[in-house]
């Protein structure tokens, strides 16, 4: 079956401008995650989401993130203002319960010039 | 705060031989452990999970050894093959909902 598909693979962008990062989960999972992954480093928490509320949202850095699920499956991260230190790759997973494994997306790599 | 490391940012071996690959953790609390594989310009893959209530998990070629003593966690690979090469992270469920918090890495190079 598909797995978590990540739309767009690339996005480059200038400094101040706003991004919208998508993600599509895997049918039926219930439990959607960000992360930002830096050069060399691992994956690091932004927010899930349980059904279409954001249980958790302690991993933003700033209110210049924000993320959305609207209807329980797909997911939008949207960065406002961007900022060089923003580039990244952002990664969506998904899982079937909060409990149960997350499996990753390919990720979006993000450069802000 | 507390967070998952790993001993050796780098690691490489020949093909055919194991591999051993070390993590350490901090937070007693945490319940679930997973070990990850991530090829460039990929996302990570998920290899094998542990929970607390065990200490040794197999899968195929894989076993992952989790020690609460010493808060250790380690992934081994029996017969290692170029296709192993890569990143390999561990990371940590502390019962904080979905939350994984992940180590640095370790590279894997499979010498032929």
């Known amino acids: 079956g598909a797995g978590v598909s990540q739309t767009p693979s690339n996005k480059v962008t200038e400094k101040g401008k706003y991004v919208e990062l998508r993600c599509d989960p895997i049918?039926?999972?219930?439990?959607l995650y960000w992360y930002r992954q830096s050069l060399g480093q691992g994956p690091e928490f932004l927010i899930y989401f349980q059904g279409t509320g954001a249980a958790d949202d302690s991993g933003l850095p700033n209110d210049r993130f924000f993320a959305v699920r609207p209807e329980g499956s797909v997911s939008t991260l949207k960065i406002q203002r961007t900022e060089r230190g923003d580039s990244a790759v952002y990664l969506c997973?998904?899982?079937?319960?909060?409990?149960?494994?997350?499996?990753f997306g390919p990720g979006t790599r993000l450069t802000v010039l | 705060g507390e967070s998952v490391g790993l001993h050796l940012p780098t690691l490489s071996v020949q093909e055919g031989d194991n591999s051993i690959i070390n993590c350490a953790y901090s937070n007693s609390a945490s319940d679930y452990f997973i070990w990850y594989k991530q090829e460039s310009g990929k996302g990570p893959q998920f290899i094998i999970d542990i929970r607390s209530n065990m200490d040794k998990r197999q899968g195929q070629r894989v076993t992952v050894l989790l020690n609460k003593t010493v808060k250790h966690l380690s992934l081994q690979i029996a017969a290692t093959q170029p296709g192993d090469s890569a990143v390999y992270f561990c990371a940590e469920n502390n019962n904080q909902g979905g939350k994984l918090i992940f180590g640095q890495g370790t590279e894997l190079s499979v010498k032929p």
């Open positions: 997973a998904s899982s079937l319960t909060s409990t149960s494994d997350q499996f």
């Open positions: 049918s039926g999972h219930t439990a």
